[in-house]
């Protein structure tokens, strides 16, 4: 269980990890500026399980794998949201952070509220209830069993995504 | 038969594939700029695998080149290294990775590129398929010369009317995020077509392909004719691209005879207003440049205008040639004095103020009119600072009033 962190629509990459904070590949000190601008009391105050919970398009904007590393180095379980933009989506997979698409959870859940995330299945519970989200694909399941992109493709190769198209 | 998504895809893997399909294809090759380059290098070492083919992979110090700070001068660094160690000889500091991919030959039409910037969709201007992707999914590329895809939708742009200068490319692209949001192509792809499309140069149909992105679109492609195929060579052993017998998700019709100058205001691409209803907004800044709108046409016009004045004292104005050949034709026309006697600021070439951390950065409170392609809450700097995104006759119009013009009055 994690509390939620409300964000609203169309949370850039810019926001979440802003041009000016992003030249290094150290995930701790991606973490130290997560959010920095547009949740400025998030990176000291948020907690290991917590879960971020926003509305249409979370993710939108640059490619930037710095956002969803400093996301996950935060200790976030999941991102929940209304949609998420598709280089984000992607990116997060890739590295193993949760991310559950899920209109109704994001409309519903408060912030700062107790919600458990259940990434393999795509379901969210909160006291505003349990909520079904879109559950993972075969491909985002395969790729989370394996922990990372990097490790399915080391230690299986393409042929294990091969399988799960 | 298909988009031509589904067309290039298909060529590739020399079996039909269609919107829906995931697949894994092998790519021409990957590129990477100096800040995504450093993560995905981290990421190909994860794979412990050698590098899969030196000379299909591209390196392009742009986004802070040269360095600005000790933190950006250690990541050129280990891209460097890395290109030493591993023997990759195509790396360039001469302009904007989108533009430089384009020049030297590595986006091609009917081919396919894997880009480690969301931009990466500008090669679809030439009928290449190309998807902005983080730097995992380059790393895993340099491992293995492949990624996979799912086939995307196509959202299918038809294109008819006349643009008039100073309308352009930009203004039809603007509109088109306008009406279709941020997120509406959102795995898709965008298909840039129609009769005034096929008049366009190449120049302006980088513009279209390349705000595809912000639409939240895989691809952003325009068909291959003449006037693609006189500046590129098709990629090795592969048929050009045609559409046939497409199935669109949707199609969306422009008259582009019928726009006025749009502006997209803060605080996202997708707020698009046709200018009259911003004249007499006093900006700050303004920024002539970037892969959406610092090629030589965007200079000419850049140079047209401002040749005629001085920039306004109180709008500084910052143009950025997008690439080192852009910049030595518009040296040689003549058109880099004019704008340099203006009083604009001519930097080199690269990605100059657009993503906030060298050559205008923004102050709490200003305003800023960009040729760019972004305009999020902090992106050129301060996220108490604002941003509008224009074509740059509206840029260069109002650089000189100090405040946004409508172009087609201030000629």
């Known amino acids: ?7 609203g629509d169309g949370v850039s990459t810019d926001m979440i990890m802003p041009g000016r904070y992003n030249l290094t590949t150290d995930p701790s000190q991606l973490a130290g500026a997560c959010l920095i601008e547009a949740r400025p009391d998030f990176a000291a105050q948020v907690r290991p399980g917590d879960v ?16 969803p590393i400093a996301i996950q180095a935060c200790g976030v379980a999941a991102v929940v949201a209304a949609s998420f933009a598709r280089i984000f989506a992607r990116n997060a997979v890739n590295i193993g952070l949760p991310v559950i698409r899920c209109a109704e959870a994001a409309a519903a859940i408060g912030d700062g509220e107790d919600v458990v995330v259940d990434a393999d299945r795509g379901v969210v519970t909160s006291a505003a209830g349990t909520f079904a989200g879109e559950p993972p694909s075969p491909l985002a ?3 989370a069993r394996a922990g990372s992109l990097v490790a399915l493709i080391r230690d299986e190769g393409w042929a294990a995504v091969e399988e799960t198209a | 038969m298909g988009t031509l998504a589904e067309e290039i895809l298909s060529n590739r893997l020399c079996r039909s594939v269609r919107a829906g399909d995931t697949v894994v294809a092998s790519v021409d090759c990957a590129m990477a700029h100096d800040v995504t380059a450093p993560l995905a290098i981290e990421a190909f070492e994860r794979c412990e695998m050698p590098l899969h083919d030196p000379d299909r992979v591209v390196l392009v110090f742009d986004h802070v080149m040269p360095a600005a700070t000790v933190a950006a001068a250690e990541l050129h660094q280990r ?4 290109a030493t160690t591993h023997g990759v000889r195509n790396v360039f500091a001469e302009g904007i990775c989108h533009i430089v991919m384009v020049e030297k030959g590595f986006a091609r039409p009917g081919g396919i590129v894997a880009g480690a910037d969301s931009h990466s969709t500008t090669y679809g201007a030439l009928g290449c398929f190309s998807a902005g992707m983080g730097s995992t999914d380059i790393g895993v590329v340099l491992a293995t010369g492949r990624t996979w895809f799912r086939v995307p939708e196509t959202l299918r742009i038809e294109v008819s009317g006349r643009l008039e200068a100073p309308l352009s490319a930009k203004d039809v692209a603007l509109h088109v995020l306008g009406r279709v949001g941020a997120d509406g192509a959102d795995y898709m792809a965008v298909e840039w077509g129609g009769e005034t499309v096929r ?3 190449l120049d302006e149909r980088m513009t279209l392909a390349n705000l595809s992105a912000d639409m939240g679109a895989k691809a952003g492609l325009c068909e291959v004719d003449g006037a693609v195929l006189a500046a590129a060579t098709p990629a090795d052993g592969v048929e050009i691209p ?6 669109y998700e949707r199609v969306l019709q422009v008259d582009a005879g019928a726009l006025e100058p749009q502006i997209a205001a803060p605080p996202a691409a997708d707020n698009v207003h046709g200018v009259s209803e911003l004249v007499g907004t006093r900006i700050d800044e303004v920024f002539i440049g970037s892969c959406t709108n610092g090629r030589l046409e965007d200079l000419e016009v850049a140079a047209r205008y401002l040749a005629r004045g001085r920039v306004h004292p109180h709008t500084r104005t910052v143009v950025v040639p997008a690439s080192r050949r852009v910049y030595v ?3 040689r026309r003549g058109w880099i004095e004019a704008i340099v006697e203006s009083g604009a600021l001519v930097m080199n070439p690269g990605c100059g103020p657009c993503l906030g951390r060298q050559h205008g950065v923004l102050a709490p409170g200003e305003r800023a009119v960009s040729t760019s392609n972004r305009n999020y809450p902090g992106r050129m700097g301060s996220p108490d600072a604002e941003i509008y995104l224009t074509s740059p006759a509206v840029a260069a119009a109002s650089a000189l009033a100090g405040q946004i013009v409508d172009p087609r009055r201030a000629l």
């Open chain 2, 199 to 201: 008049t366009m140069t």
């Open chain 1, 141 to 143: 399941m395969r790729i």
């Open chain 1, 1 to 7: 269980m994690g509390r939620a962190w409300v964000l």
């Open chain 2, 329 to 331: 034709e518009a040296l």
């Open chain 2, 79 to 82: 891209v460097r290294r890395f």
């Open chain 1, 52 to 67: 971020i919970v926003a509305g249409r398009n979370f993710g939108c904007g640059s490619s930037r794998e710095h956002a």
């Open chain 2, 242 to 247: 045609q559409v046939r017998s497409p199935r």
